[in-house]
């Protein structure tokens, strides 16, 4: 359960705002491309085309997560604050291009000779906006985000605990509305057995 009074990001992860399900809703990740989520108890396996579909939803969920958070974010002349991560030279381009105000770094390393940085700063709504709205699956996808697709939204007083909750309930609902419908209409949908070890989405 997300505590909304001490809603913080830690440094390294992006947090994307969550909710309690109106139903059991439990997914985990597979290295070999499955899912499996359970559903009122029902246990599926999702491989194929529904992992993709399934990836696909998690994805939209990332962009519609900023794009409902935006919208709640008034007047819109403001700058907020944000997170985001990638290599330097990326990170710099990004900075440059919006005119970020940097709050806090902290440097990371990829791979043994990727260096990268992970930045608190802050953006004009507008801008982000603008980011947003050219968000597609490629800079959201976890194998490959781009600068724009790891930005979180940082806790700010724009946004209120009330608010929050509104956001999340919507995010549950679309969630819970998209695995249905891959449940119900994708190939690529198994019985399976209900596992003690996975992931419980809150």
Known sequence: MINYSTLAI??????VVG???????????????????????KCYELIGQAHQEFM??????EIKT?????????????????????????????????????TSYQKV???????????????????????????????????????AGSIGVEPNKYITLEELKDVSARLTEFMDNGIREIIAKSEGVKSAECRNNMYVGQ
């Open 56 to 61: 696909n939803l998690s994805a939209n969920k």
């Open 19 to 41: 909710g309690v399900s109106s139903f059991l809703l439990v997914y985990s990740f597979y290295p070999e491309k499955h899912e499996n989520v359970n559903i009122d108890g």
């Open 109 to 147: 390393k990829y791979y043994p000779n990727i260096d990268g940085l992970v930045v608190v700063a802050n953006i004009a709504k507008t801008d982000l906006e603008s980011i947003v709205s050219n968000l597609t699956y490629f800079d959201v996808n976890p194998s490959a985000k781009t600068v």
């Open 66 to 102: 900023l794009i409902l958070q935006l919208s709640k974010v008034e007047p819109n002349d403001v700058s907020i604050p944000i997170i985001f991560d990638g290599g330097d030279s990326e990170i710099k381009n990004f900075i440059d291009r919006f005119h970020l105000v940097v």
């Open 10 to 15: 830690p440094i390294i992860i992006i947090l």
